[in-house]
């Protein structure tokens, strides 16, 4: 493989990975697509140069080893699609939150509430059993409060 | 016979095409879909039994020759998993029928339930690493659509955990293959097997790892688990069951079939395998333990009882193998049958979570013995099918000596039993505390606790449990012979390339 591939492929990899680790949903998508293109780059570049097709024949030198390039367009092909039902995501959890962000998990908070020592609830606006809230209160609760405190009339509110 | 290698691929990809065209008619669709994945039984059970009796059947697509062309291989590991997740789709397939909800609201439902059927079937008899990663992504993708089915801010918050780690996964995988190309130059098993034994050490150790990643997410063994608690829960029922019930498998499947079949004997990570295992089972059950909501704690049991398989992959002995085929196919079973009684429960008492429910061995009799059947056979007790599988896993760690892990599984044995008892006090045994949430529609007749066609599918897997308890000798056996097959691949390699 050719330095100029490897390297290539190296700095798709790394952007990529940047880019995954956001934590807005339009970046870790672009991400996602990076890492995808470094993974075929990588693949195109796993063929030995030189080497003829299934077919017998001469013009051995100045071909290209094929295998490895038809399985890269079929990766191409389904993280084309995959790409389209993210973005899909994306836009309806817009839609659904007015925000880009990744959403924390909820079910996670009540866990992680229900392990705090006993002095930190009781001061706390809702010191009863975490279980009974209704499951529609906390679920939207928490995802829009810590955006409007952290990105108060941030991009998302321009969109609109 | 070789067609019936191809046809579980086929048929299911020829029925979705049939059901789009069909949208117009909802019970068309259900008769094709029915049809197709009734059939599918029929020819996964044909198959087991030629394969079972004249050894692995390998069909090379487009007739070119092994490591050229596209090969399907059925050996008795694969027609056992295509068999049972067959009998899987079918039941879910009736109970999401049955089920209000789901199937009845999307026109596109039953189209993208056979795709992932088709993609199942051919991740579980593709003889090609390549087409190993088509297929799992088939299925992933037609999986991506039905967890985010209603398109509820909690399904999309968790199906985009779900999608986005599967497609790092899937990165890596194709980083993988191009690895493998560029080292072999092949991507056939078959011709793999004998050209990864020329490899260097540390190149051939590298590819492993690699592979255990890959695989590893998929299955959700230990440090790659965590998605899976989080985006299974939240998806429509039937949808959760066949999930839970079958994709981790597929990982769990692709995980035995490329650490027996590529790697030679002497270079197996037989210890990092079975102190992974370790960390899977105990992780998984003290994270049911935390839970609170039905699905949650059955979902974190999958990744505790993946544990249990590949502790007997890491054994690497024929009975620790056989113990692992015996234990998948055994949760199959259980797990969906638990997933589809938590359905029932949710739907009957309004809410999954536990504080919310009580009182329900009075007021659904029928679903407290349908919970507690797979449940019980998910713990291990006597005359059900878990048992025999931990029984045989036991058996193995012991004859190898692996005490400590051996250890680790019966204590989490233990501790499944405790977060299952927790479901089973608080739904079922305790008063119930508050009028439900939304009472069910008892206007037909619902004393079985639920519509007809969610609790018949359910009940046949709580029977199938135990009758796999009841055939513990002829399957046990069957379970040797796929081992000794994995362990010893000449016949795999001679029905590929003769």
Known sequence: MSVLLAATAAGLFAVGTYLVLQRKLSRIIIGLGLLGHGANVLMVGAGRAGRAAIVDGGGEGAL?????????????????????????????????????????????????????????????????????????????DTGRGSHRATDAGGTAGEGR | MSVLVVLPVVLP????????????????????VLTVLGADVVMAAALLVEVDRHGPVAVQAGGWPAPVGVTFVADRFSAMMALVAAVMLLAVLVYAIGQPGAERNHVGFQSVYLVMAAGVSAAFLTGDLFNLFVSIEMMLTA??????????????????????????????FVALLALVYASTGTVNMADLAGRIAELPDGLRS??????????????????????????????????????????????????????????????????????????????????????????RILSFQIVSHIGYMVMGLGL?????????????????????????????????????RLTRLGGMVR??????????????????????????????????????????????????????????????????WSPATEPLASPPDRAHGEHLGGPLLMVVPTAVLAGLTVAMGLAAGPLYDLSMRAAQDLLDPSAYLTAVAP
């Open chain 1, 64 to 140: 290209a080893d094929p295998l490895p390039q038809a399985l890269a367009l079929t990766a191409i092909v389904i993280s084309f699609g995959t790409t389209a039902l993210l973005l899909a995501l994306a836009y309806r959890s817009w839609l659904l939150t007015d925000d880009d962000e990744v959403q924390d998990d909820v079910e996670d908070e009540l866990v992680a509430r229900r392990g705090l020592p006993d002095e930190d609830l009781r001061g706390g606006p809702d010191p009863s059993d975490p279980d009974d809230d209704p499951d529609d209160d906390t679920g939207d």
């Open chain 2, 13 to 32: 990809i020829v029925g979705a095409a049939l059901s789009i065209l069909l949208g117009g008619s909802r019970p068309a669709q259900r008769a094709v």
């Open chain 2, 143 to 172: 999986s991506y659509v039905l967890i985010t089915l209603g398109g509820r801010l909690d399904q999309v918050r968790s199906g985009m955990t779900y999608v986005v780690v599967s497609l790092v996964a899937s990165v890596l």
């Open chain 2, 206 to 295: 590298a590819l492993a790892v690699l592979m255990l990643v890959v695989f590893g997410i998929k299955a959700a063994i230990f440090p790659l688990y965590f998605w899976l608690p989080d985006s299974y829960p939240t998806a429509p029922s039937p949808v959760t069951a066949i999930l839970a019930g079958l994709l981790t498998k597929v990982g769990v499947y692709a995980i035995i079939r490329t650490q027996t079949l590529l790697f030679p004997a002497e270079t197996r990570p037989a210890t990092l395998l079975l102190v992974l295992a370790a960390a899977t089972m105990l992780v998984g059950v003290l994270g049911a333990i935390a839970q609170g909501d039905v699905k």
């Open chain 2, 316 to 352: 690497f002995t024929v009975s620790g193998l056989a113990a692992a085929v015996l234990y998948t196919v055994h949760h199959i079973v259980a797990k969906t049958g638990l997933f589809l009684t938590g359905g029932l429960i949710e739907h009957a008492g309004g809410s999954s």
């Open chain 2, 363 to 428: 007021s659904a009799p029928v679903l407290a013995v349908l919970f507690l059947v797979p449940a019980l056979s998910l713990v291990g007790i006597p005359p059900l099918s878990g048992f025999i599988a931990k029984l045989a896993l036991v058996d193995a760690a012991a004859a190898s000596s692996s005490y400590a892990v051996m250890a680790v599984s019966l204590v989490v044995s233990l501790l499944t039993l405790y977060s299952l008892m927790k479901i089973w006090i608080s739904v079922f």
